[in-house]
Structure formats: C-alpha cells, structure tokens
C-alpha cells in the first residue's frame, strides 16, 4: 500500500539520549515534512525538504536535525533527547509548495 | 505562528445532523486546506480551496471560504459515526509551507 511509514510507533526515552524517528515515503514525492503535534497546540513544523540533498528550518527546529540523502527517507533526530520533547511527531510528503500533504501515522515520543 | 483559529474546539452532534466547522485566519492566503485525523492515525487531506473560489463540494462536505472576513467553512452532511474525529484547517500564508489550526474535536453520536 502507497504512502508513509513512520517508526518506531511509540518509544519511552531517557532524557540525554539520542535517538532517530525514522520516515520512508513510497510516492516519489519531492517534499517531506516532520511536525510535533501537542495537545492544544496543533501541529509545529521542525524541519522540511523540498527535495533530495536539502533541508529547512521550520517553526520549531531547536534539538532536532534532519538528513535527506535520497527522496524516499527523510529520518529525524533528537541528538540528545529533553522532557519538552515529548510529543506525538507525524512525518508528511507532497509534491511540494502548498500542496496537499500525506501524512505517516506518528511516533509517540515520551522522553522522561 | 498559528495561522488557522478552529472554532468551535469541540462538537457533539447525533448522526443524521450536520456539524460545521469553521476557521478564521490572518494574512492572505494561495489556498486553505481542510484535513481529518481520526484518533490514534495521521491526518487525512480532505479539501482544498482556492483563494479565488467561494465554495467546493466533496461528496458530504462543502467548503466555503471568504477572504474578505479571512474565515472558512467545513460544513458535513448528515453526519455519521465514522465521522467522528478531529478536523484541521491549513493555510498557506502565501509561502510554501502550511500551517495548521489547533483543530476542532467532532463526535457524532449514533
């Protein structure tokens, strides 16, 4: 079935570990996304690719980085994990631009 | 910077009814866009809307939008069950990036 698959689905964490939420996308799409979503704040953009071999900062880029070495995976890492971290973190693609985004199913993160 | 405002937070209607949604915005806008999460899964495109249409029509939804109040509407049709979950508006900002609502909570009651 086309679309995104986020892993792992859930992780406890210690605080000051690393760790690398992983995201392939099998729709050939150019731009991928990861956002946060906390309760009653929506969903936050940490970083974007428009496409293989770039990266952006989004609304919310501190303690996180990203890679894009091909169009299919775009993982993302917490390289030493914080309490405030916790969250639910979604992975999306699209074509690009303002266009309609698919989305994974989410990491649940908790980071104690 | 939270573009898209959901209103209301939460909705309980019985099926059968209809539920409207709406989302006010800030600044001008290429597109808005609606989505649905249901609990527990990643969020579903439903909807877009361009800034130079006034309404559009996906099978029970209808979107309108109007620029001049920087405001849409998701509006569902005899609602159902499995139309229970939370909804979410997105703008553009005109930039390439979309910004989200913080989403409004719908149950719909057999």
């Known amino acids: 079935i086309a679309g995104i698959t986020q892993a792992p689905t859930s992780q406890i964490l210690a605080a000051g570990r690393r760790m690398t939420l992983r995201c392939t996308q099998d729709m050939r799409h150019n731009a991928m996304y990861w956002y946060r979503q906390d309760l009653g704040l929506g969903l936050r953009l940490i970083h974007y690719s428009n496409t293989a071999g770039t990266t952006g900062k989004g609304e919310v880029p501190d303690g996180y980085s990203v890679s894009r070495a091909n169009t299919d995976d775009f993982p993302l890492t917490l390289a030493s994990a914080v309490p405030s971290q916790t969250s639910v973190y979604f992975c999306?693609?699209?074509?690009?631009?303002?266009?309609?985004?698919?989305f994974g199913d989410g990491t649940r993160l908790s980071i104690l | 910077s939270q573009q898209g405002e959901e209103d209301p937070q939460a909705l309980s209607i019985q099926e059968g009814e209809n539920a409207t949604m709406n989302c006010s915005y800030k600044?001008?806008?290429?597109?808005l866009q609606w989505y649905r999460q249901n609990s527990g899964r990643g969020l579903v495109h439903l909807i877009l809307i361009r800034s130079n249409e006034r309404e559009k029509h996906s099978g029970r939804l209808r979107v309108t939008l109007d620029t001049s109040k920087k405001s849409s509407s998701l509006l569902i049709t005899a609602s159902r069950a499995a139309d229970t979950a939370s909804y979410f508006c997105?703008?553009?900002?005109?930039?390439?990036?979309?910004?989200f609502g913080t989403g409004t909570r719908l149950q719909v009651f057999p």
């Open positions: 600044t001008s806008i290429n597109n």
């Open positions: 997105a703008t553009d900002e005109n930039t390439d990036k979309l910004i």
């Open positions: 999306a693609s699209g074509t690009g631009g303002n266009q309609p985004q698919h």
